[in-house]
C-alpha cells in the first residue's frame, strides 16, 4: 500500500517538477527572444526623460535686506491635443482670457502636426489670469462640460522687480531668454543665474535618489540704501524740472571703503517692461549715464589739478600768484569764466573763484611729465573697475598722442579737453577725502549662496597724494565754500566741495550757450562719510553750477546726513567726547 | 543487543517512505524558505518602490513650495515697496523728518550692524554622509563591511 503511495508520490513529484522546469525554460526563452529585445528598446523609451533644469535666479537685495529683484510665478498655457474635444469653444475662450484672437488658437489647435501631442498656446501668464481659467474649469467640469479639456498650466518663475525703476540704472534687466542686460544684472549674470543643467530624470521609482538636485543662482547684497537711493532719484527729477535739464545722475559713495549708496541717473525705466529700452534710449551708454557717459567735467576737475601741485610740492594754500584775467599756454590764451582778471589771489582764493588761469598756471608750473602723472595716479583714462556693466573709461590725452597739443596742458588743468565719467571724478576725489587713499567703487557688498554670506572686501586703488595734502586740500576746500556762502551749505555740517561748469564741446567748437554742471562734495569734513557726484546736463534756468548743481548738493547732503545717521558736527563732537 | 540492533537496521531499510518523506520534507523546507525569501524580497522592493515614488512626488512638492516662496517673497516685496510705504506713511498723517527735529542719543557699546540678509529658510543640500549607512547598505554589504572590519556581527 505504502508502495502504491510512494510511486504516485514520486510520479506527481516529476510532473511539478517538468511543469516548473518548462515554466523557467519558457521564462528564458521569452526573455532572450527577439520579441523581448523590442519590447525592452520600447520600455526604455519610458525610463525616463532628459530635462533642461534652470536654477531661481538669485535675489538681489540692499544693503538693508530690501528685495531690489525677485521672482514672480508665471505659467505656460499648453493644450494636451489628444485630450481636446471642442477646439472651436477653446479657441473663443482662450482668445478672450490671453488676448490673443480667435483665430491664432484655432489655428494652433487644429494645423498642429499629427505627432503632436502638446502645445504651448502662452507663455509667462499672471497668476490672475491662470486662476480665472482655472475657476472656469471647474465650472464647467462640475456641469461636465468637455469645452476646456485638455487644457494645462505649468508654473514656472520670471524676473521681478518690486521696486520698478527704483535704481534700474544699476540693476539693469533680465530678457524671457533668462540672460541679463546691464549693471547687476549683467555683470553678475552668471552667478545670479546658476549654471543651467541637463538631468536625466528616471521614471523609475528605484532610482528616485539619482535625480540630481540642481544649485539655485547667488543671491547679491548690494552696497545700495534703498531708502537713500528713492531720495536721490526724487530729487534728481525735481531738480531736472527746475532747472529744466535733459538728463542728470547723482551718485553718493562712502569715500571710507568705495561703497556707493546710491546712483541715480536718467531717463529710468520700469524694469518689468524691459521692452520699453528702445523706447528710451538710443544705445547703451546712456543706461547708466553715471558710468556709461563720459563728459568735460569742467572745473570740479581743479580740486585734482591742485591735489597734484599741493603734493608734487609747486605750491602751498598760500602760494599767490597775480591773476590779470588770461595765461598763454602753448600760444592760446586762456581766460577766466567771467574773463575779469582777479588781480593777487593764494591758492585758496583761486578754488573758491574758480579761476582757470590760476590754474593753468598752476600746471603750467608743474610741467607736462608731472601734471599728467599725477592725472594718470588718479586713475583718469582708465576703467574704475566698478562692479557694473557698461563702464566707460573716457580720455586723457597725454604727451605724445597724435591729437594732444601743449595748449592741453592748461584747458586740462580746468576739466577741458579731458572727458571723464561721474564715477571716476568720485573715485578720484576719494583720495582727497580719504587721507589720500583712493577706492575702488562698488556696488557689490556680499554674496549669498548655500546659507552662508560672503562679503566682498573693499579695495584701496592706490595712494595719488599723501596723507597730508589731503587734509590740507579738505581745509581749502571747505574755507572756499564757507567764504562764498555756497548754496551747497548744509546748516550743522561742514561740508567741502566745488562746482564745475563746463560749456559743451561740439564739432564746431564750445558751444557757449549749454553746460554741463557738476558738484562735487563730501562731508562731515573732519570725519567724510559720503560723497556725492551731481552732473546736470544743459540745465535752462541758468547756466552755472553754483546756481543748479550747488542746491542740488545741498539736498543730497541733507537727506544723507538723515538717513545715514550722521549728527550735526557739535552734536557728533559731544557725543565723541562722552 | 546486537540483535535488537540488527531488527532496528532492517525495520529502518524496510521503511523506504521514511527517506521519502525526508526529502519530500527537506524539500518543502527549501520551498518554504525560499519563498519567505521571495516574500520578503518582494516586501522590501514594493516599500522601496513607494518610497521612490514618494520622494518623487516629494522633489516636485518642493520645486513647487519653492516656486511658491520665491512668488510670495516678491508679493512680499511689492507691499512693502519704497512707493507704497510712502504712500501709506502720507495716509497715516506722518511727513518727512527735517535735520533739526532729529534727537542724537549715545548709545554705550552700539556698533552699526553691518548688511546681513537673514537666512533661517534658506534651503541648503543636505550632506551625503547625513545619510546613516543602514537606510543604504545591502544585508550582503553590511556582512562584508563587518567581516572586514572585525566587528562582531551580533550588538
Redesign the interface.
Known amino acids: 500500500m505504502r508502495q502504491q503511495y510512494a510511486i504516485r508520490s514520486m510520479i506527481i513529484v516529476a510532473g511539478l517538477a517538468v511543469v516548473l522546469l518548462a515554466v523557467i525554460v519558457q521564462i528564458i526563452r521569452i526573455q532572450n527572444s527577439e520579441q523581448a529585445i523590442i519590447f525592452l528598446s520600447q520600455g526604455s523609451r519610458y525610463a525616463g526623460e532628459f530635462q533642461m533644469v534652470y536654477p531661481e535666479r538669485g535675489n538681489i537685495y540692499d544693503r538693508n535686506g530690501h528685495l531690489l529683484a525677485g521672482n514672480r510665478m508665471v505659467y505656460e498655457v499648453g493644450v494636451s491635443l489628444n485630450e481636446v474635444e471642442s477646439p472651436d469653444s477653446m479657441a473663443y475662450i482662450l482668445g478672450q482670457y490671453l488676448g490673443l484672437t480667435y483665430e491664432e488658437v484655432f489655428k494652433k489647435l487644429t494645423e498642429s502636426p499629427e505627432s503632436w501631442e502638446y502645445i504651448v498656446i502662452q507663455d509667462y501668464v499672471g497668476a490672475e489670469t491662470v486662476k480665472a481659467l482655472e475657476q472656469l474649469i471647474n465650472q464647467l467640469e462640475d456641469a461636465d462640460d468637455p469645452r476646456l479639456n485638455g487644457l494645462a498650466f505649468k508654473p514656472h518663475l520670471q524676473r521681478s522687480y518690486p521696486e520698478t525703476d527704483l535704481a534700474s540704472n544699476v540693476l539693469g534687466f533680465v530678457t524671457r531668454d533668462g540672460r541679463g542686460y546691464f549693471g547687476i544684472e549683467e555683470k553678475y549674470n552668471d552667478l545670479l543665474a546658476g549654471n543651467p543643467i541637463q538631468i536625466w530624470v528616471p521614471h523609475d521609482p528605484y532610482k528616485a535618489d539619482q535625480i540630481p538636485k540642481v544649485q539655485n543662482g547667488t543671491s547679491l547684497v548690494l552696497t545700495l540704501n534703498r531708502d537713500l537711493q528713492a531720495k536721490v532719484e526724487s530729487i534728481l527729477d525735481q531738480a531736472l524740472f527746475d532747472y529744466g535739464a535733459q538728463n542728470g545722475t547723482i551718485i553718493v559713495m562712502d569715500p571710507r571703503n568705495g561703497e556707493i549708496l546710491a546712483m541715480a541717473a536718467t531717463p529710468r525705466m520700469d524694469l518689468n517692461n524691459f521692452t520699453n529700452y528702445f523706447s528710451l534710449y538710443d544705445n547703451g551708454s546712456q543706461f547708466n549715464r553715471a558710468i556709461g557717459m563720459a563728459y568735460e567735467p569742467g572745473s570740479v576737475i581743479k580740486v585734482l589739478t591742485m591735489a597734484a601741485a599741493l603734493d608734487n610740492g609747486t605750491v602751498t594754500p598760500e602760494t599767490t600768484m597775480i591773476d590779470t584775467g588770461f595765461i598763454e599756454v602753448g600760444g592760446i590764451i586762456i581766460q577766466n569764466w567771467n574773463r575779469e582778471a582777479w588781480g593777487q589771489q593764494n591758492m585758496t582764493g583761486c578754488l573758491q573763484h574758480s579761476l582757470n588761469v590760476c590754474l593753468a598756471w598752476v600746471s603750467s608750473q608743474m610741467g607736462t611729465q608731472a601734471f599728467y602723472r599725477y592725472m594718470e595716479r588718479f586713475g583718469l583714462g582708465h576703467a574704475t573697475g566698478v562692479d557694473l556693466s557698461g563702464e566707460a573709461i573716457g580720455r586723457l590725452k597725454v604727451p605724445g598722442d597724435s591729437d594732444w597739443y601743449p595748449v592741453d596742458l592748461g584747458t586740462n588743468a580746468f576739466g577741458q579737453g579731458i572727458s571723464v565719467t561721474s564715477l571716476q571724478m568720485l573715485m578720484a576725489v576719494s583720495a582727497v577725502a580719504n587721507e589720500g587713499r583712493m577706492v575702488t567703487p562698488h556696488v557689490l557688498h556680499s554674496m549669498v549662496r548655500d546659507g552662508h554670506q560672503y562679503n566682498v572686501p573693499s579695495q584701496v586703488a592706490g595712494s595719488p597724494i599723501s596723507s597730508q595734502t589731503a587734509h590740507t586740500l579738505n581745509e581749502m576746500l571747505a574755507i572756499s565754500l564757507e567764504q562764498e556762502s555756497s548754496k551747497a551749505l548744509l546748516p550743522g555740517y561742514r561740508l567741502a566741495g566745488k562746482t564745475g561748469t563746463a560749456q559743451i564741446p561740439t564739432d564746431y567748437g564750445y558751444d557757449v550757450s549749454r553746460t554741463n554742471v557738476s558738484f562735487i562734495g563730501w562731508g562731515p569734513v573732519d570725519d567724510p562719510q559720503f560723497m556725492v557726484y551731481i552732473w546736470l546736463q544743459s540745465p535752462t534756468t541758468s547756466i552755472w553750477s553754483s546756481e543748479t548743481a550747488a542746491p542740488v548738493f545741498s539736498q543730497v547732503a541733507e537727506q544723507s546726513v538723515i538717513l545715514l545717521n550722521i549728527p550735526p558736527d557739535v552734536v557728533r563732537n559731544q557725543l565723541a567726547s562722552q | 543487543m546486537q540483535g535488537q540492533a540488527t531488527q532496528i537496521i532492517h525495520a529502518y531499510k524496510q521503511a523506504?517512505?521514511r527517506i521519502?518523506r525526508q526529502w519530500?520534507g527537506a524539500f518543502l523546507l527549501i520551498v518554504i524558505g525560499a519563498a519567505m525569501i521571495a516574500a520578503l524580497y518582494l516586501d522590501v522592493?514594493a516599500r522601496?518602490?513607494?518610497?521612490?515614488?514618494e520622494?518623487?512626488q516629494l522633489?516636485i512638492e518642493v520645486a513647487?513650495v519653492?516656486?511658491?516662496n520665491?512668488?510670495l517673497?516678491?508679493?512680499?516685496?511689492?507691499l512693502?515697496?519704497?512707493?507704497v510705504m510712502?504712500q501709506r506713511a502720507v495716509e497715516l498723517g506722518y511727513r518727512s523728518?527735517q535735520?533739526?527735529e532729529?534727537d542724537?542719543v549715545?548709545v554705550p557699546g552700539f556698533v552699526?550692524p553691518?548688511?546681513?540678509?537673514?537666512?533661517a529658510a534658506?534651503?541648503?543640500?543636505p550632506h551625503v554622509h547625513a545619510r546613516p549607512a543602514e537606510y543604504t547598505q545591502s544585508l550582503l554589504e553590511w556582512l562584508t563591511e563587518r567581516i572586514k572590519s572585525g566587528a562582531p556581527l551580533y550588538p
Not at chain 2, 522601496?48 to 515614488?53: D, E, F, H, M, Q
Not at chain 2, 553691518?114 to 537666512?119: D, F, G, N, R, S
Not at chain 2, 534658506?122 to 543640500?125: F, L, S
Request: no cysteine.
Open positions: 523506504p517512505w521519502q519530500i522592493t522601496t518602490a513607494l518610497a521612490g515614488r520622494i518623487q522633489r513647487g519653492q516656486r511658491e520665491a512668488d517673497q516678491t508679493r512680499l516685496a511689492d512693502t515697496s519704497t512707493e510712502q523728518v535735520p533739526g532729529l542724537y549715545a552699526e553691518e548688511p546681513a540678509i537673514l537666512l534658506e534651503d541648503t543640500i
